[in-house]
């Protein structure tokens, strides 16, 4: 039986003003503005079959809080590309920042597929760390233990397959249980990256973002994902407005907001 392949896109659904000195460790000498991206994955299978989606976004709630602005719901956007949120029957989470659980309301059907060692993370003694615990929201994550106990939560110990030509791969880093996905495609295997690497210039010129629970877990998450790829440009980090310079749009209407992500990448 031939291995299911999938078309994948990336949905911006906020945005924030940023700069470079933000986004790196030591700072950068060049401060000016790098903005951030926030997406969401969508990994739809070619011919019958379920969308899996990949991180939840976070809500108007969140927005308000940290400074951020939406610029389309998680679940409006899903709808451009054809996908009912509320039926959705499963998502990856690849870890538990409020910017990729707290939007978890979309998704009142799913199960939350999860490492254990991010679970374990996010409700232990690293917690008592603000350094750490900012990056959390306690309300989500207490939400997200409820469902453990109302059964839709799975829980993965390292890599794992989740259906034909999808799988999740631990590599810890910017968190102690972050995961990347592994998606094959028409034009073989890509990587989404999700925080493994906010932007391309952390994983190819090899800078650390800040927020990281293991520097030497971070730079071998990138080479990992390199290797999990058929070509290392097929990587596709979490953050980076640049995605939409080096993919295109599904149709022109959606143009800087959803990118397609199994075709090859634009030459940079």
């Given at each position: 039986?031939?291995?299911?392949?999938y078309?994948?896109?990336a949905?911006?659904?906020?945005?924030?003003d940023?700069?470079?000195?933000e986004?790196?460790v030591?700072?950068?000498?060049?401060?000016?503005?790098?903005p951030m991206?926030?997406?969401?994955?969508?990994?739809?299978?070619?011919?019958?079959?379920?969308?899996?989606?990949?991180?939840?976004?976070?809500?108007?709630?969140?927005?308000?809080?940290?400074?951020?602005?939406?610029?389309?719901?998680?679940?409006?956007?899903?709808?451009?590309?054809?996908?009912?949120?509320?039926?959705?029957?499963?998502?990856?989470?690849?870890?538990?920042?409020?910017?990729?659980?707290?939007?978890?309301?979309?998704?009142?059907?799913?199960?939350?597929?999860?490492?254990?060692?991010?679970?374990?993370?996010?409700?232990?003694?690293?917690?008592?760390?603000?350094?750490?615990?900012?990056?959390?929201?306690?309300r989500?994550?207490?939400?997200?233990?409820?469902?453990?106990?109302?059964?839709?939560?799975?829980?993965?110990?390292?890599?794992?397959?989740l259906?034909?030509?999808?799988?999740?791969?631990?590599?810890?880093?910017?968190?102690?249980?972050?995961?990347?996905?592994?998606?094959?495609?028409?034009?073989?295997?890509?990587?989404?990256?999700?925080?493994?690497?906010?932007?391309y210039?952390?994983?190819?010129?090899g800078?650390?973002?800040p927020?990281l629970?293991?520097?030497?877990?971070?730079?071998a998450?990138?080479?990992?994902?390199?290797?999990?790829?058929?070509?290392?440009d097929w990587?596709?980090?979490?953050?980076?407005?640049?995605?939409?310079?080096?993919y295109?749009?599904?149709?022109?209407?959606?143009?800087?907001?959803?990118?397609?992500?199994?075709?090859?990448?634009?030459?940079?």
């Open positions: 039986m031939s291995e299911t392949t078309r994948v896109y949905l911006k659904y906020a945005e924030r940023a700069r470079r000195p986004h790196f030591g700072g950068d000498p060049h401060d000016v503005a790098m991206d926030y997406f969401v994955w969508a990994v739809v299978p070619e011919g019958e079959g379920e969308p899996w989606i990949i991180d939840t976004g976070f809500s108007a709630r969140d927005a308000e809080q940290r400074n951020r602005r939406i610029v389309r719901p998680v679940d409006e956007a899903l709808r451009f590309i054809g996908i009912d949120s509320a039926s959705t029957s499963n998502v990856v989470l690849t870890h538990l920042h409020y910017d990729h659980l707290g939007g978890w309301e979309h998704f009142p059907n799913a199960r939350f597929h999860v490492q254990d060692s991010e679970m374990a993370y996010a409700t232990g003694r690293d917690m008592t760390r603000p350094e750490v615990s900012h990056a959390y929201t306690a989500h994550v207490s939400e997200l233990v409820l469902e453990v106990f109302g059964g839709r939560v799975e829980f993965h110990d390292g890599d794992d397959e259906a034909s030509g999808l799988s999740v791969h631990l590599v810890g880093g910017h968190t102690k249980g972050m995961q990347i996905v592994r998606v094959r495609t028409s034009i073989g295997w890509i990587v989404l990256a999700s925080d493994a690497s906010h932007y210039e952390n994983m190819e010129a800078r650390l973002f927020i629970e293991d520097a030497d877990a971070m730079e998450g990138w080479l990992r994902a390199r290797e999990l790829a058929d070509h290392p990587v596709v980090p979490g953050h980076d407005p640049l995605v939409f310079d080096r295109p749009a599904p149709s022109d209407d959606l143009d800087g907001w959803v990118a397609r992500l199994d075709v090859e990448p634009a030459p940079h």
